[in-house]
C-alpha cells in the first residue's frame, strides 16, 4: 500500500504550490512591465546635444539601432535577474513554510504521543490539555470526555463480571459441598435421594435463571420490538402468573389499567411487569396488599406498582437498577433473587424508549414507575 504522505509535507506542498503560482505570476508581471517599459523608452528618440555643425552630419538610424541594442541587453538581464529571484524567493519560501508548519503541527505530535502511550488500564488519566485554547486543546479535551467514558464502561463491565462471577459461585459451592456430602454419606432411602435431588434442582433453576437474564440483558438491542399488545392483558397476564405465592402469602392484588395499546417486544414487556410485580409480592408482608396502575397521559403509558414493604432508602433508589445489586444481600438471596430483575426491567424500559424509576409510597412501601411511549419506542425500534 501507498505510504500516506504527512499533513506536515500535504501543507507544505499546499503551501508551496501556491507561492509557486504567486511568484510566477508577480514575475511574469513584472517582466511584462518591464518589456512595455522598454518599447517607449525605445519610441523616444533620445539623441545627444548637438552642434549646428554636427547637425548636418547626424546619423539617426545608428544612433536607434545602439539603443535597441543596449534596451534589448538590459532586458535580458532583468529577465534572468527576476527568474534568479524567483527562485531564491521561492526556496526561502519553502524552507521557511517547512519549518513553520512543523512548528504549527508539534503540539498534534505531542498530542499523538501522549495518546500513543495510553492503555486501558490508564484511561481515567486524562491528557495534558494545553492552554492554547485552539483546536489541539479541543481535540484534547474531546479525547479526554472519550477515555472517561470508555473508562466508566470498562469499570462497569470488570464489576458486571466480577459479581456475575461472584454469583455463580455461590450455587456451584452448595452443589459441589451437597455431592460431596450425598457420596460421602451414601444414604440411598428414597426420602434422603429425593431431598437431594430437590436440593440440586434448586441450585440448577437458579443457576439457569440467572443465565437466561444475563443473555436477556445483552441480546435486548437485537430483539423485534414492534408488536402491537393491549396493556391490561399484559398487567393481568403478569398477575395472573403470581397467583401461587399471592396465595401462599394471602396479598391482595388490586388491577386498575384503563385500555391502551402499547408498541414493543410483548415477551420483554412481559418480563419487566412480571419483576416489578413479582418484587412487590416478594418483599410484601404475608397479608399486604400490591396496587397496580396503569394510565396512558401524553403519549407515554404510566404503570405505577405499589406496595406495602420496606420500601427503598432514598441513596439506594438509583443503584437497585444495577446488575447484582441488591439492598439486603442476605435477605434477597434467601428469597431467590439474583439481583438482576430491576436491572432487566431498566434494560427494557430503555430499549423501548422508556425510563422506571422508585418513589417512596405514601404507605411507606415502595412505587415502582414504568414509564413507556406508545409510539414504536426509540428511532431504531
Ligand atoms: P432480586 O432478584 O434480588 O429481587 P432485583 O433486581 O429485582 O433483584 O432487585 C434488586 C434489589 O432491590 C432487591 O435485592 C431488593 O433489595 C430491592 N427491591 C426490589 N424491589 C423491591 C421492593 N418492591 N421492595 C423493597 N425492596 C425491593
Redesign the pocket.
Known amino acids: 500500500m501507498k505510504k500516506p504522505m504527512s499533513l506536515r509535507l500535504r501543507l507544505t506542498l499546499l503551501c508551496a504550490a501556491l507561492l509557486t503560482l504567486c511568484c510566477l505570476l508577480l514575475t511574469l508581471t513584472n517582466n511584462l512591465s518591464a518589456v512595455q517599459m522598454a518599447h517607449s523608452v525605445q519610441a523616444v528618440p533620445l539623441l545627444p546635444a548637438q552642434t549646428a555643425e554636427a547637425d548636418a552630419h547626424t546619423d539617426f538610424p545608428m544612433a536607434s539601432l545602439e539603443i535597441s541594442e543596449t534596451v534589448r541587453q538590459a532586458r535580458g538581464i532583468f529577465h534572468l535577474q527576476s527568474l534568479l529571484a524567483m527562485a531564491a524567493v521561492l526556496a526561502a519560501g519553502l524552507f521557511l513554510i517547512y519549518r513553520l508548519v512543523g512548528k504549527v503541527l508539534a503540539p498534534l505530535d505531542e498530542l499523538a504521543g501522549q495518546i500513543r502511550g495510553r492503555t486501558a488500564e490508564d484511561l481515567e488519566r486524562p491528557l495534558a490539555v494545553p492552554d492554547s485554547g485552539d483546536e489541539v486543546a479541543e481535540l484534547a479535551r474531546a479525547f479526554n470526555q472519550m477515555s472517561g467514558r470508555l473508562n466508566q464502561v470498562f469499570v462497569m463491565q470488570k464489576n458486571f463480571s466480577h459479581n456475575a462471577a461472584h454469583e455463580f459461585r455461590t450455587p456451584l459451592a452448595v452443589l459441589k459441598t451437597r455431592i460431596g456430602l450425598f457420596r460421602k454419606k451414601r444414604d440411598f432411602r428414597p426420602e434422603a435421594v429425593q431431598d437431594f435431588l430437590q436440593i440440586m434442582e434448586g441450585e440448577v433453576d437458579r443457576l439457569s435463571a440467572m443465565v437466561s437474564s444475563l443473555l436477556e440483558l445483552t441480546n435486548l438491542e437485537q430483539m423485534e420490538r414492534g408488536e402491537r399488545l393491549s396493556a391490561e392483558q399484559l398487567i393481568q397476564g403478569a398477575a395472573d402468573e403470581l397467583a401461587l405465592p399471592v396465595a401462599e402469602r394471602q396479598i391482595s392484588v388490586l388491577v386498575d389499567v384503563s385500555p391502551c395499546t402499547l408498541t414493543g417486544n410483548e415477551r420483554l414487556l412481559h418480563r419487566a411487569v412480571f419483576?416489578?410485580l413479582?418484587?412487590?409480592v416478594?418483599?410484601?408482608p404475608t397479608g399486604g396488599s400490591v396496587h397496580v396502575a396503569g394510565r396512558q397521559a401524553d403519549g407515554v403509558f404510566r404503570m405505577e406498582?405499589t406496595?406495602q414493604?420496606?420500601?427503598?432508602p432514598t441513596e439506594?433508589r438509583q443503584q437497585?437498577?444495577e446488575?447484582f445489586?441488591?439492598?439486603?444481600?442476605a435477605?434477597?438471596?434467601q428469597?431467590?433473587?439474583?439481583?438482576?430483575?430491576?436491572?432487566?426491567?431498566r434494560a427494557i424500559a430503555e430499549v423501548h424508549g422508556g425510563a422506571v424509576r422508585?418513589e417512596e409510597a405514601p404507605s411507606g412501601?415502595?412505587r415502582?414507575l414504568l414509564e413507556l411511549p406508545m409510539g414504536p419506542g426509540r428511532p431504531d425500534a
Open positions: 419483576n416489578l413479582e418484587n412487590a416478594k418483599y410484601s406498582v406496595d414493604g420496606p420500601g427503598i439506594l437497585i437498577f446488575p445489586f441488591r439492598v439486603d444481600d435477605r434477597s438471596r428469597q431467590g433473587g439474583a439481583g438482576l430483575g430491576l436491572a432487566l426491567v422508585v412501601g415502595s415502582f
